[in-house]
């Protein structure tokens, strides 16, 4: 064939070097499933790659790509996941907490260090401890397991005192800021504060303190909350993976967390903290919710500001709390919601009062797959509860997720992938490889896979004719769909299990159990008033992992071999 157009050539007078340059770039325009251009038009559009296209790349790049995370110079294409064409009539008001009069401080350290962030808040309010015990309380903790859970970045010791102290001080004359006052936490690090090393989980960046006041941080910061860590963040936000080690599941510590917000799941559920902030774009709050025996919540894209994150894709971030019950998370979302001037997506979601929602006029739909003792408890408080099915058409949709998160990240870690800084990432069969595959993929079908999205959006809010589904929180289906579209969905611990294989003599770690309660975008309340109903009359989200004494002749293991599951991404 290729002998047949340098003949076809000599007559048409072209020379056998142009035909080799011809064959040589259809390969490459193979790559982009776009060879069905004639040769002419290949020639045509390679010079004016080269004339036009290239010189407008290095601008952009030498503008907007010369400093990597996506902190600065954020997209203007800003994601809505509003399913209503009006506009909200009024903001949502703060909500209305339970009151927890007559709670009393225990003896043992070990249960104030499990008590609900309400009971704790109680404590102080009424001076039976101080910030300044507590913060000591949890510091004490955070290092006394990190040591085998590698769940820890960096303490903030200095500053968390500091604030712990302004928290007293402010009590004794008679300043109270609410349930978080005096109350410490932890945030992943990939949120900075100032002054403390933000590293993105990666040893690219492991030295790096970004100066800037994280949206989040500031709210938590005027409630009276006091920072006491900064917990592992999976390398640029890429499951459990990072610089330090691998972080371990305090339920079972033979496993690690999965999903990037491996450090608040695995400190909250040990408590060594009381809660704390993670982050999600497909996965990255469920896996770890779910594999370490917490609560969490996902809340609607655009709840949580999110000006001083490392940014993966615009689209799909956000910002979620960890937390020991669905109350708790309740709080937290309640203190963190609002719109941040400097993200974009952000807006005054109008969350009516998860306290006030009666969950008797609610029709839940459940999946095949729900836990079906949710189903039993939320009928027995009298929810209507009807079999359900998530019946769209979109059947890509896992690859919609993969083209946008990787094609965003990568102009956010361009920098980063054309200085050859990959090759120094923790995990060679994560990002590394995804994003230079991620350099391939045509502007034309992220825009395609854009267009995908909006039917699947549309098709979701057309079978979302219950109030609320139950249904498993770690089907990766499931994670793309609901991060694809906005929705929020929290993660409720439904007992446990025995360990594949566990020791002769026995051990007492244990498999979680977990379902996700979802539900239609800005309807975050009802997933929460869902949850704490079913949290009322169990307590498997009270249990303690048992990270003091896991067995007779129960060790830790040394770690396995780092690979990721195929198929499995969390973020």
Request: hydrophobic share 35%; proline share 6%.
């Amino acid at each position: 064939m290729f002998h047949q157009k340098v003949q076809d050539s000599k007559k048409n007078g072209e020379c056998p070097e142009k035909i080799n340059e011809v064959a040589s770039l259809r390969c490459a325009f193979e790559l982009f499933d776009a060879n069905f251009f004639n040769d002419k038009k290949i020639l045509e559009i390679v010079k004016g790659v080269k004339e036009l296209n290239i010189p407008i790349i290095r601008a952009n790049r030498k503008l907007v790509a010369s400093v990597n995370g996506g902190l600065h110079n954020p997209s203007a294409l800003v994601f809505n996941p509003e399913w209503s064409r009006e506009q909200p009539q009024s903001i949502g008001k703060r909500f209305h907490y339970p009151s927890l009069i007559g709670t009393k401080r225990p003896k043992n350290e070990e249960d104030i260090a499990f008590m609900s962030v309400l009971e704790l808040g109680e404590l102080i309010k009424t001076k039976q401890i101080t910030s300044e015990e507590l913060t000591r309380i949890f510091l004490q903790r955070l290092k006394r397991y990190n040591h085998f859970l590698e769940a820890v970045v960096s303490y903030t010791e200095e500053l968390a005192y500091k604030q712990a102290k302004h928290a007293d001080e402010l009590l004794a004359r008679g300043v109270y800021l609410g349930p978080l006052h005096g109350i410490p936490y932890g945030l992943k690090d990939i949120i900075s504060v100032p002054h403390y090393k933000t590293t993105w989980g990666s040893k690219t960046f492991k030295d790096q303190v970004i100066d800037i006041e994280a949206w989040v941080y500031k709210r938590l910061k005027a409630a009276g909350a006091v920072l006491v860590a900064k917990l592992v963040a999976g390398s640029l936000a890429y499951d459990d993976i990072w610089y330090g080690g691998r972080t371990r599941n305090p339920w079972n510590i033979e496993e690690f967390t999965t999903g990037s917000s491996a450090g608040p799941a695995a400190c909250t559920s040990a408590g060594m903290v009381p809660f704390a902030i993670g982050s999600e774009t497909a996965g990255s709050i469920t896996y770890p919710a779910a594999r370490c025996g917490v609560t969490a919540l996902r809340p609607t894209f655009g709840t949580v500001g999110r000006t001083g994150v490392m940014s993966i894709s615009e689209s799909l971030d956000k910002l979620g709390p960890f937390c020991r019950s669905a109350t708790d998370c309740t709080v937290i979302l309640d203190t963190i919601r609002g719109r941040d001037p400097g993200d974009l997506s952000s807006r005054d979601s109008p969350l009516d009062d998860p306290f006030l929602v009666d969950i008797t006029k609610l029709t839940v739909g459940y999946l095949d797959d729900a836990e079906m003792e949710v189903v039993r408890v939320l009928a027995s408080k009298g929810v209507n509860v009807i079999p359900f099915k998530l019946n769209y058409t979109v059947d890509s949709v896992q690859g919609i997720l993969n083209f946008t998160m990787d094609v965003d990240m990568l102009s956010h870690f361009d920098k980063w992938q054309r200085l050859g800084q990959d090759d120094d990432y923790e995990a060679q069969d994560q990002w590394p490889i995804e994003l230079r595959r991620a350099r391939m993929i045509p502007a034309v079908d992220y825009v395609q896979a854009q267009r995908a999205r909006g039917k699947l959006i549309q098709e979701v809010r057309e079978i979302f004719t219950v109030d609320a589904f139950i249904g498993n929180a770690t089907d990766w289906e499931k994670v793309c769909m609901g991060n694809l579209v906005g929705l929020p969905v929290i993660v409720v611990p439904t007992g446990f299990k025995n360990i594949s294989n566990p020791p002769s003599s026995g051990s007492r770690r244990r498999t979680t159990i977990t379902t996700g309660i979802y539900a239609p975008p800005h309807h975050d309340h009802i997933a929460l008033a869902l949850a704490m109903a079913y949290q009322s009359v169990t307590d498997h989200h009270k249990q303690r992992p048992p990270i003091n004494n896991i067995g007779p002749n129960d060790s830790i293991p040394n770690p396995p071999t780092v690979t990721s599951p195929p198929g499995l991404l969390h973020f």
